[in-house]
């Protein structure tokens, strides 16, 4: 019978740690980078033309219709050689994580928008508000109670999709885990403990996604 033995990892603790808040970081920025993007991409789809809605929507979709371990491979590996550019994994990352975040929050921000009613910019055309005005004061402020569980699910989807950058050999949780695996002979102890760490940082997240869906639900 396999013996666990957790003291295995106390020399690693450091690496765990930097592993991890490497992946909180790609995290955060992705998130702040992906819901500016999906804002504008959004609020342009909501109120544009057919034009410019149409090269939007093929964002979106190519992003949201392609795996994300396959755009990540292709934007470190393709991407530098048809742009000329050289790329650290890192910066591959962050662009590969930040569009995609962004397209799934585009149709976020879209279907928040959409689900206000007409009337609302009707009633503040009748007062004399501009329509900048009429977003930021009235439909926005409506549509955030909408968009919030949405928002937040899409967030914690995002922190568990940083996993991924281990491929293009990011140090995060998951790539420090294998140099640990590698250096301890503890897989078993190791990714254990990364999924414990995982659960500490997004439980908090799921929960309050849940409350916050009750609580629109019942507010609708």
Known sequence: MYEWDFT????????MGQGLL???FYTIT?????????LVVGILRSGGGR???????????VFRC???????????????????VDMTAATACFLTLSLYAGSFY???????????????WEAGRALGMKRGRIFRRIVLPQAVQVMIPSLINQTVLQLKNTSLVSVVAVGDLLYQGSVITAASYRPLEVYTTIAALYLIVLLPLTLAADRLERRMGAHR
């Open 30 to 38: 992705t998130v702040i980078t992906g819901l500016i993007i999906g």
């Open 106 to 120: 585009a149709e976020v921000f879209r279907g928040g928008i959409e689900a206000v009613d007409r009337g609302q």
């Open 22 to 24: 490497t992946t909180v």
């Open 8 to 15: 295995a990892l106390r020399p690693y603790w450091g690496l």
């Open 66 to 84: 392609t795996p994300l371990l396959v755009q990540l491979v292709w934007v470190y590996y393709a991407l530098p050689v048809l742009i000329g």
């Open 51 to 61: 034009w410019l809605s149409l090269p939007l929507r093929a964002y979106i979709e």
